[in-house]
């Protein structure tokens, strides 16, 4: 299954592997975002690419990859958000200002000032070493320019298993009526995320996962087993 772009490596080697995962995570539990660039080519490829690693999933709040100066005020939206600024634009933001949600990825300084809702990387120590392990090691390889565009797009797939291993498991957990209406156990799917349990949670009770969810129909349950056949 290819669920990436060529844009991918150039994704891990701006932001390194432990910031990019940070991003994907709270990306899946739905927290504000702003992310903060030097040129717009940055803010676009990047923010792109990194929403495109949520697949199966689509993100369902407001998404402006490039948000212009007159309009700032969208940063206080009550819902959740993915935008990006310019720097020069930034300069007029006040951090402690901003909506007490909204956490700052700066792109160009690989840092994130992070509010009380960022979900830090919750995975249990050794599936989280292993997989900041491999994305470190293929970010080595791009900087050494020893990997080709069909390796990077395996990154993208890294992603992609990440992805099936946190909630592969939902079509275990999905009924549907008469009227091929789904309708998930939220219990039981969280509880049979394991360790990963309470993430699985928080990210179940989002609006991403719920359209994903109500999307599903009795002939596609399992969209994970259909991509690996058609892969």
């Not at 899946?28 to 990194?50: N, P, Q």
């Not at 700032?72 to 930034?90: M, N, Q, R, W, Y």
């Not at 700052?104 to 994130?112: G, H």
């Not at 360790?195 to 990210?203: A, G, I, M, N, R």
């Amino acid at each position: 299954a290819v669920v990436s772009t060529q844009s991918t490596g150039y994704v891990l080697t701006k932001l390194g592997s432990k910031l990019l995962v940070e991003i994907f995570v709270n990306l899946m539990v739905e927290r504000k975002l702003l992310f903060v660039a030097e040129s717009l080519s940055d803010l676009t490829t990047i923010i792109h690419s990194i929403m495109q690693l949520l697949y199966p999933l689509q993100w369902q709040g407001i998404y402006i990859p490039v948000l212009p100066q007159e309009i700032l005020d969208a940063t206080s939206s009550p819902v959740p958000f993915v935008i990006g600024i310019l720097k020069e634009h930034a300069k007029t933001l006040d951090e402690e200002a901003l909506d007490d949600e909204c956490n700052l990825v700066y792109i160009a300084e690989k840092r994130i000032v992070k509010r009380p809702n960022f979900t830090d990387i919750p995975f249990n120590k050794k599936f989280r070493k292993k997989f900041l392990q491999d994305l470190k090691l293929y970010k080595g390889k791009l900087v050494k320019s020893e990997l080709n565009s069909e390796q990077t797009v395996e990154i993208g797939d890294m992603f992609y298993q990440f992805m099936r291993t946190i909630i592969g498991h939902y079509s275990d957990h999905v009924t549907f009526d008469e009227a091929g209406e789904s309708d998930l156990d939220l219990t039981s799917f969280s509880d049979a995320a394991g360790v990963h349990s309470e993430f699985v949670w928080q990210l179940s009770k989002t609006q991403m996962f719920s359209s994903f969810i109500q999307g599903l129909t009795p002939e596609s349950r399992n969209v994970f087993d259909q991509i690996s056949d058609d892969g």
